[in-house]
T-cell receptor
Framework: GAGVSQTPSNKVTEKGKYVELRCDPI?????LYWYRQSLGQGPEFLIY????????DSGLPNDRFFAVRPEGSVSTLKIQRTERGDSAVYLC????????????FGQGTRLTVV | GENVEQHPSTLSVQEGDSAVIKCTYS??????FPWYKQELGKRPQLIID?????GEKKDQRIAVTLNKTAKHFSLHITETQPEDSAVYFC????????????FGAGTRLAVHP
């Protein structure tokens, strides 16, 4: 694909439900990142994958959040027992797996928990 | 951990004027400083970046300066145009084989015709 693709673009869910957000990175990019962007704020780092492994998950806010990248390409961010405070835009980015290489962002998934 | 502060939060200029956005970072180990532009409802897009071995970088109407001693870096946009209106984010990351970007809170730039 031409860029990082995220689905769905919008997701409305009820408090307490489980959601999955998908990211399809740029082909050949070994590094994949998830960020969360709240209204009026900059993106906040959640987790980084190098290949299939989560190399840095220090930004995940609690154990309700989990992400996988089983084949080193597509990644899924999973949120259990959603809370209204989880409402935000979830951005995925990918890059070559070296420090200082450009991170390309997807359009994001706007999650609204009602 | 790293903390990035960005000022101002909003900036309004007349078309043709210059705009300057400033960021400071806390971790002296940071060595990569990108700037992203985000239009309403769209993805952040890299507009320019600078590494710590360089003090200044320019790309047409956009320039970035870095002062490692003071731990601050700035974005300069000259001859602003209405299409420059957007939210601009600075970010910093450290060496370590990947780009864990720590972002500033953003500056909303409005360029008035």
């Amino acid at each position: 694909g031409a860029g990082v693709s995220q689905t769905p673009s919008n997701k409305v869910t009820e408090k307490g439900k489980y959601v999955e957000l998908r990211c399809d990175p740029i082909s050949g990019h070994t590094a994949l990142y998830w960020y969360r962007q709240s209204l009026g704020q900059g993106p906040e780092f959640l987790i980084y994958f190098q290949g299939t492994g989560a190399a840095d998950d220090s930004g995940l806010p609690n154990d309700r959040f989990f992400a996988v990248r089983p084949e080193g390409s597509v990644s899924t961010l999973k949120i259990q027992r959603t809370e209204r405070g989880d409402s935000a835009v979830y951005l995925c980015a990918s890059s070559l797996g070296v420090s200082g290489s450009e991170a390309f962002f997807g359009q994001g998934t706007r999650l609204t928990v009602v | 951990g790293e903390n990035v502060e960005q000022h101002p939060s909003t900036l309004s200029v007349q078309e043709g004027d210059s705009a300057v956005i400033k960021c400071t970072y806390s971790d002296s180990a940071s060595n990569y400083f990108p700037w992203y532009k985000q239009e309403l409802g769209k993805r952040p897009q890299l507009i320019i970046d600078i590494r710590s071995n360089v003090g200044e970088k320019k790309d047409q109407r956009i320039a970035v300066t870095l002062n490692k001693t003071a731990k601050h870096f700035s974005l300069h946009i000259t001859e602003t145009q209405p299409e420059d209106s957007a939210v601009y984010f600075c970010a910093a990351s450290k060496p370590g084989g990947y780009n864990k970007l720590i972002f500033g809170a953003g500056t909303r730039l409005a360029v008035h015709p």
